[in-house]
């Protein structure tokens, strides 16, 4: 195979899910930068999205679970991606709005030991919750046919990388687009620098009179919400499980802010984008060392530069 | 063995002590020693003798990970299985060893298991049923990482273990065990039946690459489509690349295959992976350049990508579609069921059911050594694939194997997604005891040698 077509298709596979983990990085990066607060729960909050959206994409037949038993057999609306797209950010940022008052809030000032017990906690009732509700049954993507009246179903011919599915070239553009909303948000807003000083010192942004509770809340919602848009997007292309969150979403995110830096959105990004490119790279050269490969990278990473790409201070410092 | 009859296992131990709670094991060698007071005409062994009026059967599916959803249906068969040995019904009508009233006199109770497609769970959820629940027959799969695993496990125990999905030559090869049976065909098999017709089809002398599971079946799987895609259709294998099973994003190693080179893909996946593989290669258009062949069909990897398995070939255990009367009637009672066709999971698990029950009828006895003794060798037309043997050499299935073909998604039904286009006859099919996987076969010992 030609080198500037294995490379052309190692950019853009890598693309595509670096921005999966940047978006799960990115969440979980300014809830642990801002309120100290680890939160284990993450890969849930993926789930409830890649769930949402599976509900709100479409009506849905169920073989099992407590739904299923209680004579419903079928869940969704019917509503398409776009309704998706819509829905899906609210529900999470709705969700990590509870979490935060009723999950976060009561340990912010515990040990870590106590933030991770109950996060993990909560990330297997969620799974269990949903496997019992739903069903633990595996449902198809969600990709759809047409979205903006383009068909998105059949590949485009790219050059130099040929066929590439449509859906992906898709999705690689609609995540650099929140990632870039995010990013500014963040650098350009009052709200975006209240969260940047409190990811320095949040006890100063206190007594200077920064009502930063309310801030806690609102970064917790949109961490939130960028985990379960980024579920959404999972969903978009691969199957739906309750082991999803845990799976390939929780560990991925985690990675993601060892490489680019804890408290960092940049560092996420880029932790995120190299992630993704070191596994494309391995898997399409030599498939048997990605793994080993990227845990070797984050390894490496925490030797000799454990503050990350981009961040303020080690890990867990 | 002497070994058997005369000491204490350690289940015995472990089933005393518990009843016994603090009373000390001085006071239990009495009462283990004679083979646990039950009706017995043969020594202690495994689960033997089964006391009370309920014999256990335990089923140990994969209700959650890659395989759950198959698992599931697993379950529907099992369940339809015990209802029927119990109540009669379905094959226990049919079926001149069953009565339809128990097994042996005793009432077929079940428990179940969640293998989470992990063989060390696998393992410990047996266990469970061996020790805690006294199962006189374990049986399950998906994965046959998982059904290699139990089965040795049963081995150990000396209680029976009933194949159900697990289709990697080396469950009745190199890993094949006394005390397990499989009539599922194999990877062997499914090159044998599968290469004459895609090479008829599609042509000799072509370029084939293949993706495949890493782990037992997926490495035997493609070591298969290697061995009978070069023989029969004289073709050339560009490269075969490993992928770790769980592997929900492929679009990696599919940019990696060369679409000017290659003529058919093999995608060696099953269950959630295959959910995954198979929609993401058509996904990525590589059906416009080259063949894509799926060896082993399930419903799930069908229903993942209905809209595109049209003209895709494989092959698959069984299908609701066989127009015999084993089948039907299976598919008659599982209907009034659960308002649906079974998958082939459900036949088999279902079948393995039965056919342990009538073993143990035929032998008179739940003695694990005479319930096996009854089953090798035996030759049966009435589970839904004509002529079968469970031969004695390895305990594997002789039996004819499906070719199927994805119909256009114009011609699907919810329960028809594939067309049977050949039953290759078991004649054709297999491998003599001292040849390909049976040649690495030691099956070890009964446990009353």
Same mark, same amino acid.
């Given at each position: ?13 890598? %693309? ?100 991770? %017990? ?183 990473? %925490? ?15 | ?449």
């Amino acid at each position: 195979m030609p080198l500037q077509l294995d490379i052309a298709s190692i950019l853009l596979n890598g %693309l595509q899910q670096g921005a999966i983990y940047a978006l799960l990085g990115i969440g979980l990066t300014i809830i642990l930068g801002t309120m100290e607060f680890l939160n284990l729960a993450h890969g849930a909050l993926y789930l409830v999205g890649a769930y949402t959206g599976l509900i709100v994409f479409q009506e849905t037949a169920l073989t099992n679970g407590l739904l299923y038993s209680s004579g419903i057999t079928t869940i969704g609306f019917e509503g398409g991606f776009l309704a998706a797209l819509i829905v899906v950010p609210i529900v999470g940022f709705g969700v990590g709005l509870l979490m935060e008052r009723f999950v976060a809030e009561p340990f912010y000032d515990r040990p870590e030991t106590d933030q991770l %017990l109950v996060t993990f906690g909560l990330a297997l009732i969620v799974e269990e919750t949903i496997k019992n509700v739903i069903g633990g049954n595996t449902f198809q993507s969600i990709a759809p046919q047409t979205i903006f009246g383009v068909n998105v179903s059949q590949p485009v011919n790219l050059p130099v990388v040929g066929l590439f599915p449509s859906w992906r070239l898709f999705i690689i553009v609609i995540a650099f687009v929140v990632i870039a909303a995010t990013w500014l948000a963040i650098e350009r807003t009052d709200f975006g620098l209240v969260v940047q000083a409190g990811t320095h010192d949040s006890e100063m942004v206190r007594i200077l009179g920064i009502p930063i509770n309310r801030s806690y809340s609102l970064v917790f919602a949109l961490g939130a919400a960028l985990a379960a848009f980024a579920g959404l997007i999972g969903a978009s292309i691969q199957t739906l499980s309750p082991q999803i969150g845990t799976d390939q979403a929780l560990l991925p995110a985690f990675l993601t802010i060892v490489v680019g830096g804890a408290g960092s959105v940049r560092g996420a990004i880029a932790g995120g984008l190299v992630l993704g490119l070191i596994i494309s790279a391995m898997t399409q050269t030599y498939s048997q060392w990605a793994q080993i490969v990227l845990y070797l990278f984050v390894a490496l990473m %925490l030797v000799f530069r454990p503050e990350g790409l981009f961040g303020s201070g080690e890990v867990g410092e | 063995m002497a070994r058997e009859t005369t000491a204490l296992s350690r289940r015995d131990v472990l089933k005393a002590s518990g009843a016994a709670g603090a009373a000390g094991l001085t006071g239990l060698a009495g009462c283990a020693g004679g083979g646990g007071g039950g009706d017995s005409e043969y020594p202690s062994l495994g689960n033997y003798p089964v006391e009370g009026d309920e014999v256990v059967f335990g089923f140990n599916v994969p209700q959650s990970g890659s395989y759950s959803q198959e698992g599931a249906d697993e379950l529907r068969g099992y369940n339809l299985a015990v209802d029927h040995l119990n109540n009669g019904g379905g094959w226990a009508d049919t079926w001149s060893d069953l009565s339809g009233d128990g097994v042996l006199g005793k009432t077929v109770t079940s428990v179940e298991g969640d293998t989470a497609t992990n063989p060390d769970t696998a393992r410990q959820s047996a266990q469970r049923m061996i020790d805690r629940d006294n199962a006189v027959m374990i049986s399950g799969g998906s994965s046959s990482a998982v059904a290699i695993a139990v089965q040795g496990l049963c081995q150990e125990e000396k209680v029976q273990f009933q194949c159900c999905v697990t289709h990697s030559n080396d469950t009745t090869g190199p890993e094949c065990v006394r005390y397990s049976f499989r009539e599922m065909f194999n990877a062997y098999m499914t090159g044998q039946a599968l290469a004459p017709v895609l090479s008829e089809e599609y042509g000799e002398d072509l370029n084939f690459y293949q993706l495949y599971a890493d782990y037992s079946w997926g490495q035997t799987q493609q070591a298969s489509m290697e061995k009978f895609f070069t023989e029969v259709g004289n073709w050339s294998q560009l490269e075969s690349v490993a992928t770790p099973l769980g592997t929900s994003d492929y679009s990696s190693y599919l940019s990696d295959v060369p679409r000017d080179e290659t003529d058919v893909l093999v995608l060696n996946h099953y269950g959630l992976d295959a959910a995954n593989s198979l929609p993401q290669a058509l996904e990525a258009g590589l059906d416009q350049d080259m063949e894509i062949v799926v060896p082993l069909y399930n419903r799930l990897m069908a229903e993942a990508a209905a809209d595109s398995i049209g003209g895709i070939f494989g092959t698959v255990d069984w299908s609701w579609q066989l127009d015999n009367s084993p089948s039907q009637a299976f598919v008659e009672e599982y209907r009034a069921e659960h308002d649906r066709a079974p998958s082939y999971a459900a036949r088999i698990a279902y079948t393995q059911t039965m056919q342990y029950a009538a073993a143990a009828e035929r032998a008179g006895t739940f003695y694990p050594p005479e319930v096996i003794r009854a089953m090798e060798g035996y030759e049966y037309d009435n589970a839904g694939l004509g002529s079968e043997t469970l031969r004695k050499c390895d305990h594997q299935g002789q039996r004819d194997v499906l070719v199927t073909r994805g119909l256009p998604s114009g011609e699907q039904t919810e329960d028809r997604l594939l067309e049977v286009v050949n039953q290759t006859s078991r004649d054709k099919l297999g491998y003599a005891c001292d040849a390909g996987p049976a040649a690495e076969c030691e099956l070890g010992e009964y446990g009353d040698e």
